[in-house]
């Protein structure tokens, strides 16, 4: 059985930092590209940033770009999302996905993810 646990959210300041944390289990962790998305109050889930199964390529959001990095841990099927400069409209639930890694682009759209956490909450105050 495929578990994606997210950790890591929390209230904080604009201008301040998180690092969530999604531990993967159940799943061959080396061949699945990793995702984050969030979803806002009222709003639709929307990508966040990708890695891809090898690691060597990823891709962010325009929103989140120069603030966001995503990374992955295989030894310990972990995958990290560091996020800098918050600001108020980051406030959403962040989520991890996984998607079985067969290509050389990582995936944008929330279909082309079989496996989805429950998600952690991001607050950022002004």
């Known amino acids: 059985q495929v578990q994606l646990v997210e950790s890591g959210g929390g209230l904080v300041q604009a201008g301040g930092s998180l690092r969530l944390s999604c531990a993967a289990s159940g799943l061959t962790f080396s061949s699945y590209t990793m995702g984050w998305f969030r979803q806002a109050p009222g709003k639709e889930r929307e990508f966040v940033a990708g890695?891809?199964?090898?690691?060597?390529?990823?891709h962010y959001g325009d929103s989140v770009k120069g603030r966001f990095t995503i990374s992955r841990d295989t030894a310990k099927n972990t995958v990290l999302l560091q996020i800098n400069n918050l600001r108020p409209e980051d406030t959403a639930v962040y989520y991890c996905?996984?998607?079985?890694?067969?290509?050389?682009?990582?995936?944008?759209?929330?279909?082309?993810?079989?496996?989805w956490g429950q998600g952690t909450q991001v607050t950022v105050s002004s």
């Open positions: 890695i891809l199964w090898h690691g060597s390529t990823t």
């Open positions: 996905a996984a998607r079985l890694g067969i290509g050389m682009a990582v995936a944008v759209a929330t279909v082309e993810y079989a496996y």
